[in-house]
């Protein structure tokens, strides 16, 4: 078990840019979660995937967000035309989808700077 | 609204202290997960309470589950520079994906 790993770990970008952020979940986990964190707050949801299927978005997410899971495994999170209020930490959790205890495990962390 | 409100948001304290920290809320949870960040890093499961009134140790820390299953705290004995980071907890409620979390507590403890 490796573990939710998330590439790149650091990204600074220029306004107007897009980025994209990849997330690898632990293998048996059906559910992926996308996070944003900003300093000294705790994790805001951002979007969910239950398998391949996108059940949910914040209205945190605008427009200029998407998130992917096309084989129901991988997550991408792409950011268009990037902003300087984006910049934060976008984690991913995934978790196995239990009714009642569903304990979602976090990756590192993808920080976004946007000069 | 934070659903979960954590207190205190900042404690700085001594090596060899005793502290605690808590997670409160109005609505009742299936469950309370605590996850200690460090910066830079993603949040890192500590434990997951599920029964009203449960208490769980791990080494010296002890997390209890509120009878009513609202509210949780953690309690470090005789702490260690090594328990610094934030500590943050989050609510699962029944029938629902989204965990609430709460802001966090920010630990400092000096050698």
């Known amino acids: 078990d490796t573990g939710v790993s998330q590439d790149p770990r650091h990204k600074i970008t220029k306004r107007g840019q897009n980025v994209t952020f990849r997330c690898d979940p632990i293998?048996?986990?059906?559910?992926l979660y996308w996070y944003r964190q900003t300093l000294g707050q705790g994790p805001e949801f951002l979007t969910y995937?239950?398998?391949?299927?996108?059940?949910?978005k914040s209205r945190l997410l605008s427009d200029r967000f998407s998130a992917e899971r096309p084989k129901g495994s991988f997550s991408t999170l792409e950011i268009q035309r990037t902003e300087q209020g984006d910049s934060a930490m976008y984690l991913c959790?995934?978790?196995?989808?239990?009714?009642?205890?569903?304990?979602?495990?976090f990756g590192p962390g993808t920080r976004l700077t946007v000069l | 609204t934070q659903l979960l409100e954590q207190s205190p948001q900042f404690l700085s304290i001594q090596e060899g202290e005793n502290l605690t920290v808590y997670c409160n809320s109005s609505?009742?949870?299936?469950?309370l997960q605590w996850y200690r960040q460090e910066p830079g890093e993603g949040p890192v499961l500590l434990v997951t309470?599920?029964?009203g009134g449960e208490v769980k140790k791990l080494k010296r820390l002890t997390f209890q589950f509120g009878d009513a299953r609202k509210d949780s705290s953690l309690h470090i004995t005789a702490a260690q520079p090594g328990d610094t980071g934030l500590y943050l907890c989050?609510?699962?409620?029944?029938?629902?994906?989204?965990?609430?979390w709460g802001a966090g507590t920010k630990l400092i403890i000096k050698p």
């Open positions: 959790a995934s978790s196995r989808g239990l009714a009642g205890a569903d304990t979602q495990y």
């Open positions: 293998s048996e986990h059906n559910r």
């Open positions: 995937f239950q398998n391949e299927a996108q059940l949910e």
């Open positions: 609505s009742v949870f299936s469950s």
């Open positions: 309470v599920v029964t």
């Open positions: 989050a609510g699962d409620r029944d029938s629902n994906y989204q965990l609430i």
